[in-house]
């Protein structure tokens, strides 16, 4: 599989038995490879040669410990678990394709679990492709989810009003919202993910509205450009990492951390609804390094 080449890559290249200014090299270009980004790279290896030299490290157990310390520094979570009582409201949002609607289903059978499959509703606000209401529709069936929608092209804002409305009415303790992810027409997500954030931003208690990144790991840096745009119009709270199961590669995390300060919620390692997990740094680097 191609995540275990490029972990065995790092392992090999720590193996080596030297470590002279072509091993940072190396390394540098291998963080880069693992979509850590050229600046955090850069920024990484500096510290770590930095490290070597006024902690006089010299065994591979000694530079993979700091390495990992220093990308664990990166390596921040958050947890998402719904409270009990009172309602949430998580918002999902993401460009098309990256897996938002799968990981709402994923979402939506792991806090129903927890809860109670009448207290977790899915709110269809991608209104502008009449399939993502149809294949939202399809996974609340499958897992016995209530789904508010309305017809297609309608407002977005209109649905996430009335899903809130009705998980206010049933005593529900968390709404998943689909929202669309057309990034070409940047000016018009803005401004209809604006005015979704205005609704919700007023009918939650504070700290109950969440709005969350789906970004699929294969995509590598361009995820942070994409994040660097939901961030500029509506702000994020968390991101979740899909299809990391095909992705090579998981710097990611740590860039957008790094740089934008996003910790990173859940990690997708498969198409099925069991196929999510929460993000543990401590594992996360160890799978980054080629195992610990
Ligand atoms: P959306 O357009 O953002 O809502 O994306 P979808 O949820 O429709 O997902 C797009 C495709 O990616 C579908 O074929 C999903 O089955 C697939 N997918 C979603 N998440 C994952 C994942 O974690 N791993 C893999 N391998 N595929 C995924």
């Known amino acids: 599989m191609a995540k275990l080449g490029f972990g065995e890559k790092l392992r090999r290249l720590f193996g080596l038995a030297r470590y002279d200014e072509n091993f940072f090299e190396d390394l540098t270009d291998s963080l880069i490879e693992g979509d850590l980004g050229t600046k955090q790279a850069y920024a990484v290896v500096e510290e770590l040669r930095a490290a070597c030299a006024q902690k006089r490290l010299s065994t591979e157990q000694e530079l993979r410990a700091e390495l990992k310390s220093i990308l664990l520094k990166d390596a921040c979570g958050i947890d998402l678990s719904p409270e009990k009582s009172g309602l949430s409201f998580y918002l999902v ?130 995820g942070l450009r994409q994040a660097e745009v939901f961030k500029e119009a509506v702000g994020l709270d968390a991101v979740i990492m899909s299809k990391y199961d095909s992705s090579a590669r998981g710097g990611l995390a740590f860039a957008l951390m790094r740089e934008l300060g996003i910790p990173t919620a859940y990690v997708c390692v498969g198409e099925g609804y069991q196929d999510i997990r929460p993000f543990d740094p401590q594992s996360y680097v160890d799978e980054f390094l080629g195992g610990s």
């Open 93 to 222: 949002l993401g460009v098309n394709g990256v897996g938002k609607t799968t990981s709402i289903a994923k979402l939506g059978r792991l806090y129903a679990e927890k809860l109670g499959k009448e207290r977790v509703i899915l709110a269809a606000a991608d209104t502008f492709r009449a399939a993502a209401i149809e294949q939202l529709e399809i996974h609340g069936q499958r897992l016995g989810l209530r789904v508010v929608r309305h017809q297609s092209s309608s407002d977005p804002g209109a649905v996430v009003y009335d899903a809130i409305e009705a998980a206010k009415a049933s005593g529900a303790a968390i709404v998943l919202a689909d929202t669309a992810g057309r990034l070409h027409n940047k000016a018009h997500l803005v401004k209809e993910l604006e005015k979704i954030d205005k609704i919700a931003g007023s009918k939650l208690a504070a700290g109950r509205y969440k709005k969350i990144l789906v970004l699929d790991s294969t995509t590598g840096q361009n």
